[in-house]
């Protein structure tokens, strides 16, 4: 890697790669589901930045959210701030299954060639009444990918995640391949992306299998080789490699506004601004007060501001 190159790639964060990357995947005016974490810091980016008119929608129901932060569940009440309406879980997925959500966001723990995805369980172990560990599991994100018409992943990348098969699925890709996903009559379309802070993934017209299709540029033939070897299968690379634009600054700027207190973008939890204020204020010895949650809301009133007063200009 060249020097200016290496230089380039240490000015970003893997979580900043991922989510600047995955919000270009938004097209203006596109109805698009989004979850918590880097998918709702993905899609708020592409609202503030280049996708004005997307309508952003959560699952408890909140529809057109303004995304002035980042939500810790999808039920969050920042997710109604200034929304156009609300209505109800059971409402989203219907409009959902009728084709009217245009993308979807989900994240995920492992993931195969085909886009089948796991944030269920891990079952290491070969035991499927006693799992290794137990994930999350779907959220939603279930319904999300068997219906939604184009689905995209936003994750970081780590060993182990791009499994030959999941061990179990919790979110269908296209199956098995080729026409199987049509076959088991799943009303979307299956995923588009897999976004990465290694590369962008996506999947054959024909046997849809997932191969690298985009990489930044500062990853050389070695870097793919490393990628490679994080991946089970035989991974397949696009001849011509498309060449993903760094975090541009204002995609920066719109990042640093919702996610104040990087929530999302710090993976350690005691590192987090929001998390040291808690710790300050007495939260291990059981304190909780309203100058704790006055001192976090200080830190995300500036983006608020910016966003509510439309000084956060495209």
Partial sequence: MKKGMKELKEKYTPEQLAACA?????????????????SDLTGAIAKCVHAPNAILVTEAGFVDFKGISTMISPDDTYGGTLCACHTSLTQVFSDQQRGLIDVGYISFAQIDKYGNANTTALFG????????LRLQGSGGGGDISSSVNRGIYVNTMRPGQFVTRVDYMTF?????????????????????AVVTDRGIFRFEEESKEMYLAEVFPWQDEEDIEEIKKMVEWELKVAK?????????????????????GKTWTIPNMMERPGMKILLEEGLLEGKRTYKMYDRIGELYEPGWRKMVEKEFPI
């Fill in 240 to 260: 011509d490699l498309k060449i993903i634009d760094p975090p541009r600054p204002k995609e920066l700027e719109a990042m640093d506004l919702l996610d104040a």
């Fill in 22 to 38: 995955g919000a270009r995947e938004i097209k203006d005016g596109e109805f698009v589901i989004v979850g918590v974490g880097l």
């Fill in 125 to 132: 172990s070969g035991n499927y009444y006693k799992p290794d």
């Fill in 172 to 192: 269908p890709g296209f199956l098995d391949g080729y026409d199987s996903r049509k076959k088991a009559n799943l009303a979307g379309g299956g995923p588009s």
